[in-house]
Protein backbone atom coordinates (compact mmCIF):
# COMPACT_ATOMS: atom_id res chain seq x y z
CA UNK A 1 0.00 0.00 0.00
CA UNK A 2 1.19 3.52 -0.54
CA UNK A 3 2.29 5.42 2.09
CA UNK A 4 -0.13 8.54 3.39
CA UNK A 5 3.15 10.19 4.62
CA UNK A 6 5.07 11.54 1.60
CA UNK A 7 8.87 11.08 1.48
CA UNK A 8 10.68 13.64 4.45
CA UNK A 9 13.48 14.49 2.29
CA UNK A 10 12.54 14.84 -1.50
CA UNK A 11 15.45 14.73 -3.78
CA UNK A 12 14.11 15.53 -7.77
CA UNK A 13 14.59 19.01 -7.46
CA UNK A 14 14.94 22.27 -5.16
CA UNK A 15 11.58 23.50 -5.37
CA UNK A 16 10.16 20.08 -4.07
CA UNK A 17 12.70 20.92 -0.59
CA UNK A 18 11.68 24.48 -0.20
CA UNK A 19 8.27 24.02 -0.46
CA UNK A 20 7.65 19.91 1.97
CA UNK A 21 5.60 20.92 4.98
CA UNK A 22 6.85 19.82 7.93
CA UNK A 23 5.52 16.75 8.93
CA UNK A 24 5.79 14.17 11.78
CA UNK A 25 8.64 11.69 12.01
CA UNK A 26 6.75 9.30 14.38
CA UNK A 27 4.44 7.28 11.72
CA UNK A 28 7.42 6.60 9.64
CA UNK A 29 9.51 5.05 13.00
CA UNK A 30 6.32 2.89 13.75
CA UNK A 31 6.05 1.86 10.14
CA UNK A 32 9.44 1.37 8.89
CA UNK A 33 9.62 0.04 5.33
CA UNK A 34 6.26 -0.68 5.26
CA UNK A 35 5.58 3.00 4.01
CA UNK A 36 8.67 3.19 1.90
CA UNK A 37 7.73 3.15 -1.55
CA UNK A 38 10.20 0.85 -3.48
CA UNK A 39 12.67 3.35 -5.52
CA UNK A 40 11.65 6.10 -3.26
CA UNK A 41 14.67 8.67 -2.58
CA UNK A 42 15.15 7.19 0.81
CA UNK A 43 15.36 3.32 -0.11
CA UNK A 44 18.24 4.45 -2.96
CA UNK A 45 20.06 6.57 -0.18
CA UNK A 46 20.06 3.82 2.48
CA UNK A 47 21.29 1.67 -0.87
CA UNK A 48 23.95 4.03 -1.55
CA UNK A 49 25.74 4.30 2.07
CA UNK A 50 28.23 6.87 2.60
CA UNK A 51 31.44 4.84 3.68
CA UNK A 52 33.61 4.08 0.60
CA UNK A 53 31.25 6.02 -1.67
CA UNK A 54 32.46 7.44 -4.72
CA UNK A 55 30.96 10.77 -3.84
CA UNK A 56 32.66 11.05 -0.05
CA UNK A 57 35.88 9.31 -1.57
CA UNK A 58 36.21 12.26 -4.38
CA UNK A 59 35.10 15.27 -1.65
CA UNK A 60 38.13 13.66 0.57
CA UNK A 61 40.44 13.66 -2.08
CA UNK A 62 39.12 17.17 -2.72
CA UNK A 63 39.47 18.03 0.70
CA UNK A 64 43.34 17.29 0.39
CA UNK A 65 43.48 18.99 -3.06
CA UNK A 66 42.27 22.42 -1.52
CA UNK A 67 44.57 21.75 1.25
CA UNK A 68 47.71 21.91 -0.93
CA UNK A 69 46.25 24.61 -3.19
CA UNK A 70 46.14 27.14 -0.03
CA UNK A 71 49.15 25.49 1.24
CA UNK A 72 51.08 27.06 -1.74
CA UNK A 73 48.95 30.43 -1.74
CA UNK A 74 49.91 31.11 2.19
CA UNK A 75 53.66 30.01 2.68
CA UNK A 76 54.61 33.36 1.38
CA UNK A 77 52.99 35.36 3.43
CA UNK A 78 54.85 34.29 6.31
CA UNK A 79 58.21 33.29 4.08
CA UNK A 80 58.06 36.59 3.19
CA UNK A 81 58.68 38.42 6.89
CA UNK A 82 62.06 36.00 6.82
CA UNK A 83 62.85 37.48 3.04
CA UNK A 84 63.07 40.42 3.55
CA UNK A 85 65.87 42.39 5.15
CA UNK A 86 64.32 44.11 8.42
CA UNK A 87 67.03 47.26 7.54
CA UNK A 88 65.35 48.24 4.90
CA UNK A 89 61.75 48.72 6.20
CA UNK A 90 62.99 50.04 9.13
CA UNK A 91 61.56 53.65 7.53
CA UNK A 92 58.80 52.04 5.48
CA UNK A 93 57.45 48.83 7.53
CA UNK A 94 57.64 50.26 11.11
CA UNK A 95 57.15 48.30 14.22
CA UNK A 96 55.13 50.95 16.56
CA UNK A 97 56.42 49.55 19.69
CA UNK A 98 53.21 50.50 21.36
CA UNK A 99 53.05 46.77 22.49
CA UNK A 100 55.60 45.59 24.25
CA UNK A 101 57.56 42.34 22.95
CA UNK A 102 56.92 39.73 25.35
CA UNK A 103 58.39 36.34 22.71
CA UNK A 104 60.17 34.34 25.74
CA UNK A 105 63.76 34.18 24.45
CA UNK A 106 64.27 31.16 22.51
CA UNK A 107 67.17 28.67 22.95
CA UNK A 108 67.86 27.46 19.48
CA UNK A 109 69.30 30.35 17.13
CA UNK A 110 67.23 31.53 13.91
CA UNK A 111 68.58 30.47 11.10
CA UNK A 112 69.78 32.85 9.01
CA UNK A 113 71.35 31.18 5.80
CA UNK A 114 68.83 32.38 3.80
CA UNK A 115 69.16 35.42 1.30
CA UNK A 116 67.46 38.76 2.20
CA UNK A 117 66.24 40.84 0.18
CA UNK A 118 65.89 45.20 0.29
CA UNK A 119 62.05 44.99 -0.75
CA UNK A 120 60.34 48.34 1.02
CA UNK A 121 56.62 47.79 2.51
CA UNK A 122 55.00 48.54 -1.06
CA UNK A 123 57.00 46.11 -2.71
CA UNK A 124 55.86 43.82 -0.36
CA UNK A 125 52.06 44.27 -0.75
CA UNK A 126 52.55 44.18 -4.69
CA UNK A 127 54.39 40.89 -3.98
CA UNK A 128 51.58 39.54 -2.29
CA UNK A 129 49.12 40.75 -4.38
CA UNK A 130 50.06 39.54 -8.02
CA UNK A 131 48.89 36.17 -7.17
CA UNK A 132 45.47 37.50 -7.83
CA UNK A 133 46.32 39.33 -10.94
CA UNK A 134 46.61 36.03 -12.21
CA UNK A 135 43.98 34.32 -10.48
CA UNK A 136 41.56 36.22 -11.95
CA UNK A 137 41.74 35.73 -15.48
CA UNK A 138 40.78 32.18 -15.34
CA UNK A 139 37.35 32.26 -13.61
CA UNK A 140 35.14 32.60 -15.93
CA UNK A 141 37.13 30.65 -18.59
CA UNK A 142 37.52 27.63 -16.51
CA UNK A 143 33.91 27.40 -15.78
CA UNK A 144 32.72 27.31 -18.88
CA UNK A 145 35.47 24.88 -20.18
CA UNK A 146 34.85 22.64 -17.07
CA UNK A 147 31.04 22.95 -17.74
CA UNK A 148 31.62 21.46 -21.23
CA UNK A 149 34.80 19.03 -20.70
CA UNK A 150 34.63 18.42 -17.10
CA UNK A 151 36.61 19.94 -14.51
CA UNK A 152 38.75 16.75 -13.48
CA UNK A 153 41.85 17.39 -15.91
CA UNK A 154 41.23 20.73 -15.31
CA UNK A 155 41.69 21.11 -11.41
CA UNK A 156 44.50 18.66 -11.69
CA UNK A 157 46.58 20.13 -14.59
CA UNK A 158 46.15 23.48 -11.99
CA UNK A 159 47.66 22.36 -9.26
CA UNK A 160 50.36 20.60 -10.91
CA UNK A 161 50.69 24.61 -12.76
CA UNK A 162 50.79 26.00 -9.17
CA UNK A 163 53.10 23.34 -7.67
CA UNK A 164 55.86 23.53 -10.35
CA UNK A 165 56.09 27.50 -10.56
CA UNK A 166 56.24 27.23 -6.34
CA UNK A 167 59.47 25.09 -6.77
CA UNK A 168 60.99 28.11 -8.68
CA UNK A 169 59.92 30.79 -5.92
CA UNK A 170 63.60 31.31 -4.63
CA UNK A 171 65.20 31.28 -8.07
CA UNK A 172 62.82 33.85 -9.63
CA UNK A 173 63.20 36.00 -5.92
CA UNK A 174 66.99 35.98 -7.29
CA UNK A 175 66.36 37.27 -10.53
CA UNK A 176 64.46 40.18 -8.93
CA UNK A 177 61.27 41.93 -7.51
CA UNK A 178 59.69 41.32 -11.28
CA UNK A 179 60.74 38.04 -11.56
CA UNK A 180 58.94 37.36 -8.77
CA UNK A 181 56.06 39.19 -9.21
CA UNK A 182 55.01 37.61 -12.65
CA UNK A 183 55.67 33.90 -11.10
CA UNK A 184 53.12 34.61 -9.03
CA UNK A 185 50.64 35.67 -10.89
CA UNK A 186 51.58 32.88 -13.35
CA UNK A 187 50.79 30.67 -9.85
CA UNK A 188 47.29 32.58 -9.76
CA UNK A 189 46.47 31.62 -13.44
CA UNK A 190 47.26 27.91 -12.28
CA UNK A 191 44.96 28.21 -9.14
CA UNK A 192 42.47 30.03 -10.75
CA UNK A 193 40.91 27.34 -12.78
CA UNK A 194 40.44 24.95 -9.43
CA UNK A 195 36.96 26.31 -7.70
CA UNK A 196 35.04 26.77 -11.02
CA UNK A 197 36.45 23.16 -11.69
CA UNK A 198 35.67 21.67 -8.72
CA UNK A 199 31.84 23.09 -8.45
CA UNK A 200 30.97 21.83 -11.87
CA UNK A 201 32.29 17.95 -11.23
CA UNK A 202 29.73 18.91 -8.37
CA UNK A 203 27.05 19.73 -10.36
CA UNK A 204 27.35 16.49 -11.96
CA UNK A 205 28.50 14.07 -8.15
CA UNK A 206 26.47 15.92 -4.98
CA UNK A 207 22.70 15.32 -4.49
CA UNK A 208 21.24 18.01 -3.12
CA UNK A 209 20.14 17.09 0.16
CA UNK A 210 23.81 16.29 0.87
CA UNK A 211 25.38 19.35 -1.21
CA UNK A 212 26.64 21.10 1.70
CA UNK A 213 27.91 17.96 3.20
CA UNK A 214 30.46 17.14 0.48
CA UNK A 215 31.21 20.73 -0.42
CA UNK A 216 32.16 21.96 2.75
CA UNK A 217 34.55 18.96 3.25
CA UNK A 218 36.33 19.25 -0.28
CA UNK A 219 36.64 22.53 0.66
CA UNK A 220 37.54 22.56 4.35
CA UNK A 221 40.91 21.62 2.91
CA UNK A 222 41.94 25.39 1.87
CA UNK A 223 41.18 26.10 5.49
CA UNK A 224 43.20 22.96 7.14
CA UNK A 225 46.09 24.10 4.43
CA UNK A 226 46.33 27.41 5.67
CA UNK A 227 46.62 25.95 9.51
CA UNK A 228 49.17 23.68 8.36
CA UNK A 229 51.11 26.06 6.39
CA UNK A 230 51.24 28.95 8.29
CA UNK A 231 53.10 27.47 11.21
CA UNK A 232 55.02 24.84 9.14
CA UNK A 233 56.41 27.53 7.40
CA UNK A 234 56.94 29.43 10.13
CA UNK A 235 59.27 26.19 11.29
CA UNK A 236 60.74 25.76 8.39
CA UNK A 237 62.01 29.69 7.82
CA UNK A 238 62.92 29.38 11.82
CA UNK A 239 65.27 26.08 11.88
CA UNK A 240 65.91 25.50 8.24
CA UNK A 241 65.91 29.06 5.41
CA UNK A 242 63.01 30.18 3.96
CA UNK A 243 63.71 28.55 0.65
CA UNK A 244 62.64 25.03 1.64
CA UNK A 245 59.01 26.20 2.21
CA UNK A 246 58.87 26.36 -1.14
CA UNK A 247 60.24 22.99 -2.07
CA UNK A 248 58.21 20.77 0.49
CA UNK A 249 55.18 22.38 -0.40
CA UNK A 250 55.58 22.07 -4.28
CA UNK A 251 56.47 18.48 -4.08
CA UNK A 252 53.54 17.94 -2.00
CA UNK A 253 51.57 19.24 -5.08
CA UNK A 254 52.56 16.98 -7.13
CA UNK A 255 52.09 13.92 -5.61
CA UNK A 256 48.54 14.72 -5.12
CA UNK A 257 48.36 15.26 -9.02
CA UNK A 258 49.21 11.93 -9.19
CA UNK A 259 46.77 10.58 -6.93
CA UNK A 260 44.13 12.77 -8.48
CA UNK A 261 44.46 11.76 -11.84
CA UNK A 262 44.49 8.07 -10.96
CA UNK A 263 41.79 7.86 -8.52
CA UNK A 264 38.85 10.28 -9.91
CA UNK A 265 36.07 10.60 -12.82
CA UNK A 266 34.40 13.63 -14.01
CA UNK A 267 30.60 12.04 -13.84
CA UNK A 268 29.37 8.65 -11.83
CA UNK A 269 28.96 7.42 -15.55
CA UNK A 270 32.31 7.47 -15.77
CA UNK A 271 33.73 5.92 -12.74
CA UNK A 272 34.81 2.47 -12.79
CA UNK A 273 34.11 1.49 -9.50
CA UNK A 274 31.17 3.07 -8.13
CA UNK A 275 28.04 1.08 -7.30
CA UNK A 276 25.15 0.69 -9.67
CA UNK A 277 23.05 1.70 -6.53
CA UNK A 278 25.25 4.81 -5.65
CA UNK A 279 25.16 5.73 -9.70
CA UNK A 280 21.30 5.67 -9.76
CA UNK A 281 20.79 7.49 -6.35
CA UNK A 282 23.24 10.39 -7.35
CA UNK A 283 21.44 10.76 -11.18
CA UNK A 284 18.05 10.10 -10.25
CA UNK A 285 18.55 13.01 -7.22
CA UNK A 286 19.47 15.48 -10.09
CA UNK A 287 17.48 14.44 -12.84
CA UNK A 288 15.11 17.51 -13.05
CA UNK A 289 17.94 19.94 -12.17
CA UNK A 290 19.96 19.92 -14.74
CA UNK A 291 19.46 21.54 -18.57
CA UNK A 292 19.56 20.12 -21.78
CA UNK A 293 20.66 23.16 -23.67
CA UNK A 294 24.02 22.67 -25.37
CA UNK A 295 24.17 27.19 -25.19
CA UNK A 296 24.90 29.14 -22.48
CA UNK A 297 21.99 31.29 -21.37
CA UNK A 298 24.27 34.50 -20.83
CA UNK A 299 22.01 37.43 -20.91
CA UNK A 300 19.19 35.67 -18.22
CA UNK A 301 22.37 34.74 -16.13
CA UNK A 302 23.67 38.33 -16.17
CA UNK A 303 20.22 39.56 -15.35
CA UNK A 304 19.50 37.23 -12.47
CA UNK A 305 19.42 39.22 -9.10
CA UNK A 306 20.06 36.03 -7.19
CA UNK A 307 23.94 36.22 -9.42
CA UNK A 308 24.12 39.35 -8.21
CA UNK A 309 23.25 38.86 -4.56
CA UNK A 310 26.00 36.19 -4.37
CA UNK A 311 28.55 38.02 -6.32
CA UNK A 312 28.09 41.17 -3.38
CA UNK A 313 28.41 38.44 -0.77
CA UNK A 314 30.76 36.42 -2.62
CA UNK A 315 33.13 40.09 -2.38
CA UNK A 316 32.18 41.27 0.34
CA UNK A 317 33.20 38.14 2.85
CA UNK A 318 36.63 37.87 0.72
CA UNK A 319 37.75 41.19 1.14
CA UNK A 320 38.09 40.40 5.19
CA UNK A 321 39.98 36.92 4.30
CA UNK A 322 42.33 38.04 1.62
CA UNK A 323 42.95 41.14 4.22
CA UNK A 324 43.90 38.76 6.80
CA UNK A 325 45.33 35.66 5.13
CA UNK A 326 48.09 37.93 3.58
CA UNK A 327 48.42 40.41 5.75
CA UNK A 328 47.80 38.75 9.52
CA UNK A 329 51.33 37.64 9.65
CA UNK A 330 52.26 40.78 9.43
CA UNK A 331 50.05 42.37 12.38
CA UNK A 332 51.43 39.97 14.07
CA UNK A 333 54.59 40.87 14.09
CA UNK A 334 54.97 44.71 13.60
CA UNK A 335 51.59 45.26 16.26
CA UNK A 336 51.85 42.53 18.65
CA UNK A 337 55.45 41.77 18.18
CA UNK A 338 55.67 38.05 18.34
CA UNK A 339 58.98 36.02 16.82
CA UNK A 340 58.62 34.91 13.35
CA UNK A 341 58.02 30.95 15.06
CA UNK A 342 55.23 32.25 16.97
CA UNK A 343 54.39 34.58 14.39
CA UNK A 344 53.08 31.12 12.11
CA UNK A 345 51.69 29.31 14.93
CA UNK A 346 49.32 32.32 16.45
CA UNK A 347 48.10 33.05 12.72
CA UNK A 348 47.51 29.58 11.83
CA UNK A 349 44.46 29.05 14.89
CA UNK A 350 41.76 30.93 13.36
CA UNK A 351 42.05 29.13 10.45
CA UNK A 352 41.26 26.19 12.62
CA UNK A 353 38.91 26.81 14.23
CA UNK A 354 37.36 28.22 10.76
CA UNK A 355 37.89 24.46 9.47
CA UNK A 356 36.20 22.78 11.95
CA UNK A 357 33.16 25.64 11.45
CA UNK A 358 32.76 24.09 7.89
CA UNK A 359 32.83 21.08 8.32
CA UNK A 360 30.36 20.97 11.26
CA UNK A 361 27.74 23.70 9.75
CA UNK A 362 27.54 21.29 6.43
CA UNK A 363 26.33 18.57 8.71
CA UNK A 364 23.98 20.88 10.53
CA UNK A 365 22.42 22.66 7.13
CA UNK A 366 21.63 19.61 5.22
CA UNK A 367 20.10 18.06 8.70
CA UNK A 368 18.36 21.04 8.68
CA UNK A 369 17.08 21.16 4.93
CA UNK A 370 16.48 16.59 5.41
CA UNK A 371 15.35 16.37 8.77
CA UNK A 372 13.61 19.41 10.00
CA UNK A 373 12.54 20.33 6.43
CA UNK A 374 14.07 24.27 6.72
CA UNK A 375 14.28 25.45 2.68
CA UNK A 376 16.78 25.88 1.19
CA UNK A 377 16.76 29.93 0.77
CA UNK A 378 15.87 29.74 4.66
CA UNK A 379 19.41 28.11 5.31
CA UNK A 380 21.55 30.01 2.76
CA UNK A 381 20.60 33.22 3.90
CA UNK A 382 20.69 32.32 7.79
CA UNK A 383 24.19 30.65 7.80
CA UNK A 384 25.48 33.43 5.48
CA UNK A 385 24.17 36.02 7.98
CA UNK A 386 26.22 34.33 10.55
CA UNK A 387 29.25 33.93 8.56
CA UNK A 388 28.91 37.29 7.60
CA UNK A 389 27.54 39.53 10.73
CA UNK A 390 29.50 37.50 13.19
CA UNK A 391 33.35 38.03 12.06
CA UNK A 392 32.69 41.97 11.65
CA UNK A 393 31.43 42.27 15.03
CA UNK A 394 34.53 40.29 16.26
CA UNK A 395 36.72 42.03 14.10
CA UNK A 396 36.01 45.50 15.41
CA UNK A 397 36.26 44.18 19.10
CA UNK A 398 39.97 42.81 18.19
CA UNK A 399 41.11 46.42 16.80
CA UNK A 400 40.06 47.94 19.96
CA UNK A 401 41.74 45.88 22.80
CA UNK A 402 44.84 47.32 22.21
CA UNK A 403 47.63 45.07 23.49
CA UNK A 404 45.51 42.01 24.90
CA UNK A 405 47.78 39.76 23.13
CA UNK A 406 45.27 36.49 24.57
CA UNK A 407 41.93 38.86 23.49
CA UNK A 408 43.37 39.78 20.11
CA UNK A 409 44.17 36.39 19.20
CA UNK A 410 40.89 34.85 20.72
CA UNK A 411 38.44 37.90 18.57
CA UNK A 412 39.89 37.05 15.45
CA UNK A 413 39.55 33.26 16.44
CA UNK A 414 36.20 33.71 16.70
CA UNK A 415 35.51 36.22 13.72
CA UNK A 416 37.46 33.97 11.23
CA UNK A 417 35.89 30.76 12.60
CA UNK A 418 32.20 32.30 12.09
CA UNK A 419 33.36 32.80 8.54
CA UNK A 420 32.84 29.29 8.25
CA UNK A 421 29.46 29.42 8.25
CA UNK A 422 29.37 30.78 4.90
CA UNK A 423 30.58 27.39 3.19
CA UNK A 424 26.60 25.94 3.29
CA UNK A 425 25.71 29.93 3.11
CA UNK A 426 26.37 31.74 -0.27
CA UNK A 427 29.60 30.05 -1.01
CA UNK A 428 27.62 27.02 -2.76
CA UNK A 429 24.16 28.46 -3.64
CA UNK A 430 25.36 28.53 -7.15
CA UNK A 431 24.39 25.10 -7.30
CA UNK A 432 20.98 25.62 -5.86
CA UNK A 433 20.41 28.23 -8.20
CA UNK A 434 21.83 26.75 -11.68
CA UNK A 435 23.12 22.98 -10.68
CA UNK A 436 23.88 22.86 -14.85
CA UNK A 437 25.98 26.35 -14.70
CA UNK A 438 27.83 26.43 -11.56
CA UNK A 439 30.84 26.02 -12.73
CA UNK A 440 30.55 29.07 -14.88
CA UNK A 441 28.93 31.16 -12.08
CA UNK A 442 31.60 30.55 -9.53
CA UNK A 443 33.71 31.75 -12.38
CA UNK A 444 31.48 35.17 -12.34
CA UNK A 445 31.39 35.63 -8.53
CA UNK A 446 34.94 34.37 -8.22
CA UNK A 447 36.21 37.05 -10.19
CA UNK A 448 34.86 39.48 -8.59
CA UNK A 449 35.68 38.34 -5.32
CA UNK A 450 39.20 38.00 -6.77
CA UNK A 451 39.58 41.88 -6.85
CA UNK A 452 39.95 42.33 -2.74
CA UNK A 453 42.54 40.12 -3.10
CA UNK A 454 44.02 42.20 -5.57
CA UNK A 455 43.27 45.66 -3.76
CA UNK A 456 42.97 44.81 0.29
CA UNK A 457 46.24 44.16 0.61
CA UNK A 458 47.83 47.23 -0.91
CA UNK A 459 45.15 49.74 0.73
CA UNK A 460 45.77 47.80 4.09
CA UNK A 461 49.40 48.74 3.85
CA UNK A 462 48.66 52.08 2.86
CA UNK A 463 46.47 52.40 5.77
CA UNK A 464 48.86 51.30 8.21
CA UNK A 465 52.20 53.42 7.26
CA UNK A 466 53.11 53.17 11.30
CA UNK A 467 52.17 49.86 12.27
CA UNK A 468 50.03 51.34 15.12
CA UNK A 469 46.79 50.09 17.20
CA UNK A 470 44.59 52.49 15.86
CA UNK A 471 46.11 52.65 12.10
CA UNK A 472 44.82 48.88 12.11
CA UNK A 473 41.60 49.45 13.62
CA UNK A 474 40.54 51.31 10.69
CA UNK A 475 41.85 48.18 8.39
CA UNK A 476 39.35 46.28 10.96
CA UNK A 477 36.38 48.36 10.47
CA UNK A 478 36.41 48.82 6.94
CA UNK A 479 36.63 44.92 6.33
CA UNK A 480 34.09 44.37 8.90
CA UNK A 481 31.31 47.52 7.21
CA UNK A 482 32.33 45.75 4.13
CA UNK A 483 30.94 42.37 5.42
CA UNK A 484 28.00 43.40 6.95
CA UNK A 485 27.37 45.08 3.28
CA UNK A 486 27.05 42.23 1.76
CA UNK A 487 25.50 39.99 4.28
CA UNK A 488 22.49 42.50 3.73
CA UNK A 489 22.07 41.74 0.42
CA UNK A 490 22.58 38.51 -0.37
CA UNK A 491 20.10 38.47 2.32
CA UNK A 492 17.39 40.48 0.69
CA UNK A 493 18.14 39.05 -3.21
CA UNK A 494 19.09 35.58 -3.13
CA UNK A 495 17.28 32.65 -3.76
CA UNK A 496 17.24 28.98 -2.87
CA UNK A 497 15.95 26.89 -5.58
CA UNK A 498 16.80 26.34 -9.50
CA UNK A 499 16.18 29.27 -11.86
CA UNK A 500 13.80 29.40 -15.01
CA UNK A 501 16.51 30.18 -16.87
CA UNK A 502 18.91 26.95 -16.12
CA UNK A 503 16.32 24.49 -16.19
CA UNK A 504 14.70 25.14 -19.55
CA UNK A 505 15.46 22.88 -22.37
CA UNK A 506 15.73 25.06 -25.46
CA UNK A 507 12.92 27.64 -24.85
CA UNK A 508 10.45 24.72 -23.18
CA UNK A 509 8.97 25.45 -19.90
CA UNK A 510 10.68 24.77 -16.90
CA UNK A 511 10.20 21.36 -15.63
Sequence with gaps: MKSPVPDLAPSDGEEGEDRTPLLQRAPRAETGEQLREPGSSDERRSQAPVCCSARYNLAFLAFFGFFVLYSLRVNLSVAL???????????????????????????????????????????????????????????????????????KLLLGFGVLGTSVFTLFTPLAADFGVGALIALRALEGLGEGVTFPAMHAMWSSWAPP???????????????????????????????????YVFYLFGIVGIIWFILWIWLV???????????????????????????????????????????????????????????????????????????????????????????????????????????????????????SLIGMIGPAVFLVAAGFIGCDYSLAVAFLTISTTLGGFCSSGFSINHLDIAPSYAGILLGITNTFATIPGMIGPIIARSLTPENTVGEWQTVFCLAAAVNVFGAITFTLFSKGEAQNWAVRDHGGPRN
Design 81 to 151: VDMVDSNTTTADNRTANECAEHSTPIKVLHNQTGKKYRWDAETQGWILGSFFYGYIITQIPAGYVASRSGG
Design 265 to 383: SDTPETHKTISPYEKEYILSSLRNQLSSQKSVPWVPMLKSLALWAIVVAHFSYNWTFYTLLTLLPTYMKEVLRFNIQENGFLSAVPYLGCWLCMILSGQAADNLRAKWNFSTLCVRRVF
Design 209 to 243: LERSKLLSISYAGAQLGTVVSLPLSGIVCFYMNWT
